[in-house]
């Protein structure tokens, strides 16, 4: 049962554009959620977390907000770069195990 | 700072061969570790994890086993590999909720 979805396979940007990913989760006992990036032929890296009493985290150009109510995760790239191109991950964790979603593969066009 | 290393990169066997992974952490002590597989088109399948020595907890059933026989190392074995156990595996390690992953290793079962 998937627990953690992210119902976006792709999303194409340009340039200087936000980039927004969402993620939803059904198990309401996660209590630390997380975005990772990965590359091709590489291990994912994480890139920026929220804990469950907070509704908004902020690092540089992420930003990662938090519904509890709807039980929904967004991430918000700004502004977007080449280099964002990437595959990006949702995870939940609970009780030592991470959930991960299916991934939204990002394209950031020139 | 810790560092997390995994061999071999890439992997080419056989059906019916036996198969072992190895991952090892610098850098901590006493880490939770995991092995994810990736396959093709999907997202990252949580397989083992442990959170001490000689402690594996399965995730999901298949021909695939995880052992822990040092604090820092991490294996994962097969006795005889199957086609749809081809995909990308990646290690883990886990402080504060949030998990640093390997390299990974390309596994290609023909």
């Known amino acids: 049962d998937q627990q953690v979805k992210q119902n976006s396979p792709s999303l194409s940007v340009q340039e200087g554009r936000i980039s927004i990913l969402n993620c939803d989760y059904t198990?309401?006992?996660?209590?630390?959620f997380l975005w990772y990036k990965k590359y091709p032929a590489e291990g994912p890296t994480f890139l920026i977390s929220i804990s469950s009493i907070k509704d908004k985290n902020e690092d540089g150009r992420f930003t990662v907000f938090l519904n509890k109510s709807a039980k929904h995760l967004s991430l918000h790239i700004v502004p977007s770069q080449p280099g964002d191109s990437a595959v990006y991950f949702c995870a939940a964790t609970y009780d030592y195990k991470l959930s991960f979603g299916a991934g939204t593969t990002v394209t950031v066009r020139a | 700072s810790q560092t997390i290393h995994q061999w071999p990169a890439t992997l080419v066997q056989p059906v019916g061969s036996p198969l072992s992974l190895e991952c090892t952490v610098e850098?901590?002590?006493?880490?939770?570790l995991y092995w994810y597989r990736q396959a093709a088109g999907r997202g990252l399948q949580l397989l083992f994890y442990s959170v001490g020595i000689g402690q594996i907890s399965s995730e999901v059933p298949q021909n695939l086993s995880a052992s822990r026989p040092q604090d820092r190392q991490f294996i994962l074995s097969s006795k005889k590999l199957l086609l749809s156990d081809s995909g990308f595996y990646l290690c883990?390690?886990?402080?504060?909720?949030?998990?640093?992953f390997g390299p990974g290793t390309r596994l290609t079962v023909t």
């Open positions: 198990n309401s006992m996660f209590d630390y």
């Open positions: 883990a390690w886990s402080r504060d909720g949030e998990q640093y």
């Open positions: 850098g901590t002590s006493n880490p939770n």
